[in-house]
Every structure is written in structure tokens, then in C-alpha cells.
């Protein structure tokens, strides 16, 4: 079945970077979609950025020129590059997959899903 595993998340101070990865295994699809989310406790699940088979992305406007997706598909990993984060950048972040293209725009519905890492960024 498929599995995703994140992996990378911590306490960091504002302004510093941080590199999430989810390895992907399980699957044996050409064509996918996968998306980086998060969440803070009571609040519904925020979509950050999306990236297809053919490595076309689309990122949050919330996130965009500070956080970037990108994939190695010889390691079956998909990473969120994460810069001068901020407090409120702090929650669970979570990778998801998909087995169709992304569509157009940010991909916010998926099927798979990983366990989440905290990310916690202090002031």
C-alpha cells in the first residue's frame, strides 16, 4: 500500500530554513500529484504547495517566495524548502499523494496521506 514518511521538521529561530522531506513508497503510478500542508490545532488544514509528475508546481500565495517544492524522483522523495520562517509558520506539516495530475493551480483534495512533522519556529 502506499506509504508516505515525512521527515526534517524542528525548532528553528525566526528567520532561519528548514528542508521537509517525504519519502513515498507503495506505488507504481506514472502520473501523480504531491502536495506539502499544514496545520495548527483547530484550524482546517492549510495547502502549501503542489507538484506533479512532470515537475510542474504551484505554491500558496500565503508562502510563496519563502517556501519552494521539489522532488527527486530517483529517491521517490518529495521535499519543501522552507526560508525565514516565522512564528506563525509553526504547526504540523503533512505530505500527500496523489494518483492523477494536479490540475490547475494549487492541488488542495488528495487521497494519501503521511503522519505530519512539527515544525516549531520561536521568536
Known amino acids: 500500500h502506499v506509504q508516505l514518511v515525512e521527515s526534517g521538521g524542528g525548532s528553528v529561530q525566526a528567520g532561519e530554513s528548514l528542508r521537509l522531506s517525504c519519502v513515498a513508497s507503495?506505488?507504481?503510478?506514472?502520473?501523480?500529484?504531491m502536495g506539502w500542508f499544514r496545520q495548527v490545532p483547530g484550524n482546517e488544514r492549510e495547502p502549501l504547495a503542489s507538484?506533479?509528475?512532470?515537475?510542474?508546481?504551484s505554491v500558496a500565495d500565503s508562502v510563496k517566495g519563502r517556501f519552494t517544492i521539489s522532488q527527486d524522483g530517483a529517491k521517490n522523495t518529495l521535499y519543501l524548502h522552507m526560508n525565514n520562517l516565522k512564528p506563525e509558520d509553526t504547526a504540523m506539516y503533512y505530505c500527500?499523494?496523489?494518483?492523477?495530475?494536479?490540475?490547475?493551480?494549487?492541488?488542495?483534495?488528495?487521497?494519501?496521506w503521511g503522519q505530519g512533522t512539527q515544525v516549531t519556529v520561536s521568536s
Open positions: 507503495g506505488y507504481r503510478y506514472s502520473t501523480y500529484c
Open positions: 507538484i506533479d509528475s512532470d515537475g510542474r508546481t
Open positions: 500527500a499523494a496523489d494518483f492523477s495530475d494536479c490540475g490547475f493551480g494549487l492541488k488542495t483534495t488528495f487521497n494519501y
